[in-house]
């Protein structure tokens, strides 16, 4: 055992689950993300500041203030560097959600020109109801409006389009101050490419003015690129409802054959799902020895099929490497984002087998399958054959799957919790005044093997609902919250006293699943229908947000979009931006002035649970609220 793991073990670092196959890597000599996190300690802590800059050949430079290295080649200070590389990072990420939305935006297209047999529209009430509401002639059949709803919402990923449909939703107010403070987005694509030009050597040299695109830029993906991955999602797989299923890695099989789908578009695993389900593959699978197929999934595609389909969630972004070494994977078969390149060295040491299916994300070594709505069918029967034939090599031996499985309630999509409700805000809106429910957080995001893991999703969780504060979660964060037994409505007896009561008489849990990643617009939409009910802005809601244990460039733009949006947002690790006074400052003051929010940056979960608490108290008192039940903060 190295140090590292040595330390780690004694605070208890892992999950049991995850001790486990730790153990078991480490004896098979497998590298994981905590092993090579090790290797790469001490990170650069000019990098960690925000302080290194690879722009351009004059450079690299690295911003040294004190050290007579207080400017770069090109004259570039430290709060530009920063303000420069944190633009680039969120627009990193906006792209990342906004192209997911593309592909769904694509995918309806093709379903309105008639173009594809594998998808169509599986929620015809909800596609009527967008198009409704974005103002289009709904009166034509599905694949009519479903071509009108996909080209209105595709001319939102141009400069030139009408303007972003899903602004509508938000209040004028809101609005109004974005325009006056330049930051309404333009086009879905035009923000993330216009950063990248502004960000290029000599052009935007403000680190003000770069705070404020970069806030524009996650906007363009929150109520863009991420609304549309959600909305038409929901049109082509089905609008989620309560379902209960499983999750962590117990909801392996050792009897079937294991199908790990990984990655974030439901496009590709809905497919894997009807293959999986075919009775010729089926008769396969028994042939090579199983009793059946069990596809199950990870990180945010996990949460896409766990919303719609009930399908257990294996495993969030830290046990994904975990999962292959369960020894009980046959084939992992992943889209984009979040990915380990690692799974595939991982997956070299067992049977399993790697199969890639977008065209935008190549792993080599992988099976190659490039998805198209007209080819989806023939190649998830393909992959899916794959698997079957996989399992023949599979060693029982060497299978170790370590726990059984937690139930979990999941499927709440705000039309959802709205019907669980009695139809419309209202009811929620009079929980809040009452205090029945003090206020809502929003926990969503990552794992980071820099944290004890899962850990601050947890804790965090667990004092706010104790505080009578409801807790939405999203992303990874689910993975952590249902194996902690906290989304099932039993966990009520977790909360106050009086959300308790509200969650037995509803029978829902304290902590409710609401999707995936791009699924946080679910939230911020939430936020909007509350705060137009309320007839008041969004920044006035006793609501928050939280990433505990982010990693990824997604995140920075969901936490950014949700500031500028008017929600608060606690981070569990600070943002490379520490090294600019001026960055750091209006992240964490100066937005409050500007869009009525900014983040709290605070590693410990307890004391982040006092901020937020404090903070929600602080809205209810100016709304004029009583402070509301559960343990309140002085
Ligand atoms: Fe990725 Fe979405 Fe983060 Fe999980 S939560 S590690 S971004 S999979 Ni989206
Ligand atoms: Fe250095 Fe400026 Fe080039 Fe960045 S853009 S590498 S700071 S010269």
Redesign the pocket.
């Known amino acids: 055992m190295n140090e590292f793991h040595k330390e780690a073990s004694e605070c208890s670092m892992w999950t049991e689950e995850a001790g486990r196959l730790i153990e078991k890597a480490r004896s098979l000599g497998i590298s994981l993300a905590w092993d090579r996190l090790e290797k790469q300690s001490p990170q650069c802590n000019i990098c960690e500041m925000g302080l290194s800059c690879a722009k351009c050949v004059m450079g690299p430079c690295r911003i040294i203030p004190g050290l007579d290295r207080d400017k770069g080649v090109c004259g570039a200070d430290a709060d530009l560097t920063v303000a420069r590389n944190f633009g680039r990072f969120v627009a990193g990420g906006s792209a990342s959600h906004s192209d997911h939305g593309r592909d769904l935006v694509e995918v309806l297209w093709e379903i309105g020109e008639g173009k594809t047999d594998a998808y169509a529209v599986k929620d015809e009430a909800k596609l009527f109801r967008l198009a409704e509401e974005l103002g289009l002639d709904a009166k034509g059949g599905v694949q009519e409006t479903a071509k009108r709803l996909a080209e209105r919402l595709g001319a939102d990923f141009s400069s030139f389009g009408p303007g972003l449909a899903f602004l509508r939703r938000l209040p004028r107010a809101r609005l109004d101050l974005w325009n006056k403070l330049g930051i309404t987005p333009r086009g879905i694509d035009r923000e993330p490419v216009e950063m990248l030009h502004r960000t290029h050597m000599g052009v935007d040299c403000d680190p003000v003015s770069l705070c404020l695109a970069a806030a524009r830029v996650s906007l363009s993906d929150g109520w863009g690129g991420s609304m549309c991955g959600t909305e038409i999602s929901d049109i082509i797989f089905g609008t989620p409802k309560p379902n209960k299923t499983k999750v962590n890695l117990g909801v392996l099989r050792k009897d079937q054959v294991n199908i790990l789908v990984h990655g ?1 578009s439901p496009v590709v695993s809905e497919m894997v799902l009807l293959a999986a389900a075919d009775p010729e593959i089926l008769e396969k699978a028994r042939e090579a020895g199983a009793t059946g197929i069990n596809v199950c999934g990870l ?2 595609t996990g ?1 896409e099929l766990l919303m719609r389909r009930g399908i257990p969630l294996a495993g ?2 830290m046990m994904t490497e975990l999962a292959v070494v369960t020894g009980a994977v046959e084939a992992i078969i992943a889209d984009y ?2 990915i380990m390149p690692s799974l595939l060295d991982v997956s070299r040491c067992f049977h399993t087998k790697f199969i890639s299916t977008s065209d935008k994300g190549h792993f080599p070594g992988a099976e190659r399958f490039h998805f198209t709505p007209q080819n989806a069918r023939e190649l998830a029967r393909q992959a899916a054959l794959i698997a079957v034939l996989a399992f023949k090599n599979r060693d029982q031996s060497r299978v170790e799957i370590p726990v059984e499985p937690v139930e979990i309630l999941s499927g709440f999509s705000n039309e959802a919790i709205l019907e669980a409700l009695g139809g419309s805000p209202e009811p929620l809106l009079d929980a809040v005044k009452k205090g029945t429910v003090r206020g809502a957080v929003g926990i ?4 980071n093997p820099k944290l004890k893991q899962d850990h601050h999703h947890v804790a965090l969780a667990k004092e706010l609902i104790k505080r009578g504060i409801l807790v939405l979660v ?4 689910t993975g952590a919250m249902g194996k902690a037994g906290l989304l099932v409505p039993e966990a009520a007896d977790l909360a106050s006293p009086e959300l308790a009561g509200l969650c037995r008489a509803l029978g829902i849990p304290p902590v409710l699943h609401v999707g ?2 791009v699924d946080n617009s679910r939230i911020i939409h939430l936020c909007a229908l509350l705060a137009t009910a309320l007839g008041v802005d969004v920044d006035k809601l006793p609501v928050a947000a939280s990433a505990p244990e ?3 460039e ?2 920075a733009a969901i936490g950014l979009y949700a500031v500028a949006t008017g929600v608060t947002t606690h981070l569990g690790l600070p943002p490379l931006i520490l090294g600019s006074p001026i960055v750091t400052d209006l992240a964490l003051n100066g937005l409050n002035k500007a869009v009525g929010a900014a983040f709290i940056v605070e590693s410990d979960p307890f004391k982040a649970a006092e901020l937020l608490d404090r903070h929600i108290a602080a809205k209810r008192r100016d709304l004029g609220l009583a402070a509301g039940n559960g343990k309140v903060a002085a």
């Open positions: 974030h990180c945010c949460n969030n972004h984002q979040c969503v995001g990552c794992n999203t992303g990874c964060a995936s990643c982010w990693y990824s997604k995140a």
